[in-house]
């Protein structure tokens, strides 16, 4: 149990813009969702094996807690960390997390959030999907030149992303400003028509994620990048800002 919640709170609450997510748990698969406050990135993500002490539809809220608790010095080794159930309206739920230490005399409980509440505070249309017109496999070489790209242009808070001479090329700045660009890949297969932006320091937080990266543009202006941890599969999407 312990692996999966660290899991999810490295690839949300690390971030620092994903603070709530949503569980929806059936025997057949366990789904997560989350949103940040501004609606600059949508999280989906689904875990590659259901999680039987997940079913049910709940919220996990105050993430920063979870993650003191998971990384706590009481609960290192032989902790004892399990959801707990309750019988509500005829329907068994979990209500929260039961942490308490190898000798039993150190206990916490982390508390859900229940269904109605998490689905009002994460209410959002749900991504129906884009044409993906550039789907590429970011390097660890380009992640590292657009660190010092945008560190180079750190009063930018966007960074614009075209295709030109068959590479995928990110600027930042314009013709009024400092400006400066990089391909940060060569040799991409498809074409982007229109330019976009997108914000810098949640595209570079997520990039900086452990797992395997694959980053998909669309013309119709949105930007998807997946980290697949191993344990789950991450859909973080980004809503574009026209040029």
Partial sequence: ?????????????????????????????????????????????????????????????????????????????????????????????????????????????????????????????????????????PSMASIARMKLMSAAHSEEPTFNVLTKDGNLVFSFGDASTHAGEFVFQHGVEGALQHTWSWPVAQVQSILGLDGDLTMSISDQGAMMITVDSGMVKYDYILPAQSK
């Fill in 1 to 137: 149990m312990k692996d999966i919640l660290q899991d999810i709170v490295s690839h949300t609450q690390n971030l620092g813009f994903l603070t709530t997510v949503k569980v929806t748990g059936t025997d057949k698969g366990t789904t997560i969702n989350s949103m940040a406050d501004d609606r600059s990135v949508i999280m989906e993500a689904e875990t590659a094996n259901p999680y039987p002490d997940m079913i049910g539809v709940f919220g996990m809220p105050q993430l920063n807690k979870l993650k003191y608790l998971l990384e706590g010095a009481e609960y290192k080794e032989n902790a004892k960390i399990s959801v707990t159930t309750a019988e509500r309206n005829g329907e068994t739920i979990p209500t929260h997390i039961h942490f308490e230490n190898a000798a039993g005399d150190f206990e916490n409980d982390y508390r859900f959030m229940n269904k109605a509440i998490i689905e009002e505070k994460l209410k959002t249309v749900k991504f129906k999907g884009a044409q993906w017109n550039v789907e590429i496999t």
